[in-house]
C-alpha cells in the first residue's frame, strides 16, 4: 500500500493506493469519513495527524526548513549513508530532524541552542501528544545531526531525554493468534502472518526473505544482515513450509519471497501492517495489536512450554539475556499456579 497526501474537490485527504482486497476495503470503510472516489479510483481519508501516523506519512508541518537546515539535512543524509545507516533509519532520523529544523526556521543552525531542544519538546512534541519513543527519536537525530554536520552551540552531553517507560511487552493468547492467522483466505497473507508468528521475525525481517533463505532440508530459515547487521537461523515449522509451498506455486516470487505489486520489489510495510488490520477486523479483536505483537507472543509462548531462555535470545537475535527476560514478567504459566486468598474468603 502507498499513501500519499492529495487535494481532492478543494479538500486534503489522505488517498491510498494499493491492491484490490476486500478485507483491506472493510478495514478502510471502518475509519471515519473514509470515501471512494470514481474519479480517480482510489480511497481518500481525512487529513489528520491520527491518520497520517495510522497510513505512515510525516505530520503537517505549516513551515519548512530554511536553506541553512535543508543544506544541513542534505549533508547528514550523505554522512549516515557513508555510515551504512538502515534506509528505514535514515528515513526516521532526516524526519525528526526536519521536524526540528522547520520548526526553528528563523535560526541558522549555529544560533540553535539547548532551551531550543527544550522549547519544541514542550511546544511540539507535547502539545501534539506525540509519545515518549518518538521524543528519543528527536533526541538522537539532533545529537548525530549537530555533532557531525555543523559547530553549534548546542552541547550533545547535555540534551535530556524523556524518561523510559517500564512497559511490558503486549502478548496475544495463542487462541486469539490462531484467530488471527486463520482470518485470511489469501494464501500470501496467511503465510505473511504465519511466518511471523512461527519464526519470532520482525517485519523487516520477513520481507527481506528471498526464496534461497529457506532450507526445506533442514526446516530452518537463514536470516541475513537483520537487525544490528546480524545473521541468524530459526526453526521452520513444518506445517509453515507446506503453506510456503502452496503460496510459492500461486504467486511464484522471483526475488523477495514476498513481492508487492511490482514483481522484484520487496512487499510494503505498510501494506502488511494492513493486511493484519483487515485480519484483526474480520475476527472481531478489537485490542490495537501490530505486527511486533505476533513476535511478542511467539517469544512468551516458547517460555511458558518450557524453553530455555538462552535458546529464545538466540532466536531473537536479542544481544543481551536482560531484552529477553522480560517475557519472564508476562508469561502466566506461574501465575496461574498462584490462588487468590480471594478465593478463601
Excluded at 254 to 269: H, I, N, Q, S
Excluded at 284 to 310: C, F, N, Q
Amino acid at each position: 500500500m502507498h499513501a500519499k497526501v492529495i487535494t481532492h474537490r478543494g479538500e486534503k485527504r489522505i488517498g491510498l493506493y494499493f491492491e484490490k482486497d476486500e478485507l483491506l476495503i472493510s478495514y478502510i470503510k471502518s475509519i471515519g469519513n473514509a470515501r471512494w472516489s470514481q474519479t480517480l479510483k482510489i480511497w481518500h481519508l481525512p487529513d489528520t495527524d491520527a491518520n497520517r501516523q495510522e497510513f505512515g506519512l510525516p505530520f503537517s508541518a505549516e513551515r519548512l526548513p530554511n536553506e541553512y537546515g535543508i543544506r544541513g539535512l542534505e549533508n547528514f543524509k550523505r554522512w549516515l549513508r557513508s555510515k551504512r545507516y538502515s534506509e528505514s533509519t535514515i528515513a526516521v532520523y532526516l524526519d525528526a530532524a526536519k521536524s526540528f529544523l522547520a520548526f526553528f526556521n528563523t535560526k541558522t543552525l549555529e544560533e540553535i541552542e539547548n532551551a531550543d531542544v527544550v522549547h519544541y519538546n514542550n511546544d511540539y512534541i507535547l502539545k501534539k501528544g506525540l509519545s515518549p519513543s518518538y521524543q528519543n527519536q528527536v533526541v538522537s537525530a539532533l545529537k548525530l545531526f549537530f555533532m557531525t554536520v555543523t559547530n553549534r552551540k548546542i552541547e550533545i552531553e547535555n540534551i535530556h531525554r524523556p524518561k523510559r517507560t517500564k512497559a511490558l511487552p503486549n502478548v496475544l493468547s495463542k487462541e486469539e493468534v490462531k484467530l488471527i492467522l486463520e482470518a485470511h483466505t489469501n494464501i500470501k497473507h496467511k503465510a505473511m502472518l504465519s511466518m511471523i508468528y512461527s519464526c519470532g521475525m520482525r517485519c523487516s525481517e520477513l520481507l527481506a526473505l528471498r526464496p534461497v533463505n529457506i532450507d526445506s532440508r533442514r526446516n530452518i530459515v537463514f536470516l541475513q544482515n537483520a537487525k544490528g547487521k546480524k545473521d541468524r537461523i530459526v526453526p521452520l515449522s513444518p506445517r509453515i513450509l507446506e503453506m510456503l509451498r502452496e503460496y510459492y506455486k500461486s504467486y511464484k516470487p522471483t526475488v523477495y519471497l514476498f513481492e508487492g505489486y511490482e514483481k522484484g520489489k520487496p512487499y510494503d510495510a505498510r501494506s502488511l501492517q494492513m493486511v493484519l488490520k483487515s485480519a484483526l477486523y474480520k475476527c472481531g479483536i478489537g485490542k490495537p495489536v501490530t505486527l511486533h505483537w505476533l513476535r511478542h507472543s511467539y517469544a512468551t509462548h516458547l517460555m511458558e512450554s518450557g524453553t530455555d531462555l538462552r535458546y529464545i535470545q538466540e532466536l531473537l537475535g536479542h544481544n543481551s539475556s536482560k531484552t529477553t527476560e522480560i517475557y519472564t514478567h508476562v508469561s502466566t504459566k506461574s501465575l496461574q499456579q498462584i490462588r487468590s486468598p480471594f478465593d478463601d474468603l
